[in-house]
């Protein structure tokens, strides 16, 4: 029997290449835990999404979806204008909701399907997973998955999926639209 591993889903686009890629050494199963998707419009999507996913790659997932926007705008506030700092602070949020799950649950390993998108940092956070596997006594599995990106894109047109435009959090937002510096300036 192959070992379960918790994979800390960002979006369904991006669980759809990585639980291909995982089924072949493990049991995967999902966690969903993202209060930084702003704004809560945007939340419902990606969750609707990743639901459909999960029903059509018939994979068990765990839903917290407690929208905790509040405490995220608390953490990541402070480092607004420091987007790696940001980023950073947003991996670890998540990333240790998940480890805390599989620990939880009794599962060995986890990591995250963010490792299949090519808009990640990906170095954050394998470095951030590796620390909080180690702080829950549970083994973060870093991975490399951008090369199946393009796949996973081409899947989720095929299956009219919703595709977001952004990473999620507001910051994010502004940025792609130009307008993230300009109101920092004018401060």
Known sequence: MRERIIVHV?????AIETFQHLQYDFEPAGYWYNPNIHPYQEYKLRLQTAGY??????????????????DWFSAVMPHA?????????CY???????????KQEGIK?????????????LKAI???????GEKYGVEFLPLDLTKYYQKGKQTARQWHLYRQRY????FSELER????????EKR
Do not use: P
């Open 126 to 132: 394998k470095e951030s997973g590796i620390s909080i």
């Open 109 to 121: 390993f986890f990591t995250t399907t963010m490792f299949a998108s090519i808009h990640q940092d």
């Open 53 to 70: 996913v999960f029903q059509r790659i018939k994979k068990e997932i765990e839903w917290d979806t407690r929208y905790n926007i509040f």
């Open 81 to 89: 204008k420091e987007k790696n700092n940001r980023c950073r602070i």
């Open 167 to 170: 990473c999620g959090c507001l």
């Open 177 to 184: 639209e130009g307008l993230f510096n300009e109101n920092i």
């Open 10 to 14: 960002c979006c369904g686009i991006c």
């Open 92 to 102: 670890h949020l998540r990333l240790e909701k998940t480890a805390q799950f599989a």
